[in-house]
């Protein structure tokens, strides 16, 4: 049984960009089915091509907790990560994390890239730990973000029982799951075929 989510994270890019690019796609579309051949078949199945990529990689994604797991949803895939077998975590343009020998990507959360380099190899801003679930007035939403789960990771690492850098928590990072997403994977393919099938005919 999935565990439900305790706190959910906003993302900070992407959604204005990905409904444009829906509700253009949507025109053509529209135009091409009321008057048929205005709009050139390439062009049809371009404009449902682009809606289907920008809905997987901007709209799609989302991050969220439950007790025990940092939740990434992205573009093809969800990955549950054991928040106790997080090493390392920074969020700079995208959001980063190492858990074993690998390293997990989120897009849901960045930080414009001036900003990030700002933030250091550490990827921390170097502002005081947050204390409550909620952005402290004048902290970048970014930074609450990281901090955020930064306070999570170490309340999963306690209740687990396990040290940072452990051997025990190298262990729990066998624990991470990756479930394919069908749904957006099958669209991709399905209007990919079809674009390249439109150019041929």
Known sequence: MQQQPVERFDP???RVTAVLVLVLAGVVVVAGTVDAGSVPLPVLAGAVLAAVLAWASM????LWATTEHLVM???LETVHVPLAAIEQLAVRQV?????????????VVGRPL??????????RSGSAPVEDAA????????DFVEQRLHQLMEEARTAAGVESLSDEQLALAADVRREPA????????????AFVASLFV
């Open 12 to 14: 900070t890019s992407g």
């Open 59 to 62: 709209l799609r994604p989302a």
């Open 73 to 75: 949803r992205n573009m």
């Open 95 to 107: 959001l980063a994390l190492k858990a074993g020998e690998k390293r997990y990507v989120s897009t």
């Open 114 to 123: 001036r900003k990030a380099m700002r933030t250091g190899r550490s990827g």
């Open 135 to 142: 952005p402290a007035p004048g902290l970048p939403y970014a």
């Open 182 to 193: 069908w749904v957006p994977i099958g669209l991709t393919v399905l209007s990919a075929v």
